[in-house]
């Protein structure tokens, strides 16, 4: 049997919920939010320490990591340089599995792990199988599993009873937008608003309250489901 896996989602959003725009992030560059994103889905709890050994101590080598799961499109958005996204196993979900595009990419040691659907992701994921033929030579266990877009990959995520999180950075205006969010995480009966300790229990580190970069503000908001 197969143990499940809670999924936090995490995205930025404007006040109509606009998440892309041709391929891309609607809003001029955020340096600071994106930096927000990379921490908070590099984090783990247990921090890297030393290891005792014969001859010493040495710096341990991080075995635990966190893991992001994205649609085909999302992947092909974030810049070559950044993918796979460092730190983080990365898990792509495609109907082209099979294609031959991907399989040069998953023989490699940092994969993308590539799978059909989102279930599988969640499956693989938590099955020891996900350990045993990906991850073993590497000795790597996952601690949280984010899923970081786009707009079908979310809305199968939610459809899920794993989906618990979502971590929302609301921007504070408009930009064009041709994909969004499927669920007003505000209206929606299932879902509340967690307090400020809430969120930085949940990520890991003190947040400010609004910020502002570019002239476009913005504020990160934890989403809980309701049991
Ligand atoms: N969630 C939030 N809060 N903000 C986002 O911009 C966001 N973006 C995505 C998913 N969830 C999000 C999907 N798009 C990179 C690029 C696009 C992207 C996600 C990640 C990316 O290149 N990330 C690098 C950081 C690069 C940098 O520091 O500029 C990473 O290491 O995470």
Redesign the pocket.
């Known amino acids: 049997p197969t143990k499940s896996l809670p999924l936090t989602l ?3 959003a404007t006040p109509s919920l606009g ?1 892309g725009h041709a391929n891309a ?1 609607p809003w001029p ?3 600071k ?6 921490r ?3 984090r783990v709890s247990a921090p890297p320490a030393v290891t005792a050994t014969a001859s010493g101590t040495i710096a341990d080598t991080r075995r635990v990591v966190n893991a ?1 799961v ?1 649609g085909r499109k ?1 992947w092909d ?3 070559e340089k ?2 796979p ?4 196993v990365n898990v792509v979900v495609t109907r082209g599995v099979g294609d031959e595009k991907w399989s040069a990419l998953q023989r490699s040691e940092e994969g993308p792990v590539v799978v059909g659907s989102v279930g599988e992701a969640v499956e693989s994921l938590s099955s020891g199988g996900f350990n045993a033929q990906i991850l073993a030579s590497s000795q790597l266990g996952i601690e949280k599993v ?1 899923v ?3 707009a079908s990959i979310y809305k199968a995520a939610l459809e899920g009873p794993e989906a618990r999180r979502v ?3 609301k921007i504070g205006k408009e930009f064009e937008c041709d994909t969004f969010f499927p669920v007003d995480l505000e209206k929606d009966e299932g879902w509340r608003r967690g307090s400020k300790d809430e969120l930085e229990r949940v990520v890991g580190e003190e947040v400010p309250g609004e910020m502002e970069e570019k002239g476009v503000t913005f504020e ?1 908001c934890l989403f809980e489901r309701y049991e």
């Open positions: 995490i995205l930025a998440i992030l560059q955020l340096r939010e994106m930096a927000y994103f990379a908070v889905t590099k992001v994205m999302t958005s974030i810049p950044f993918r996204l460092k730190g983080r984010f970081i877009g786009g971590l929302l950075t990160f």
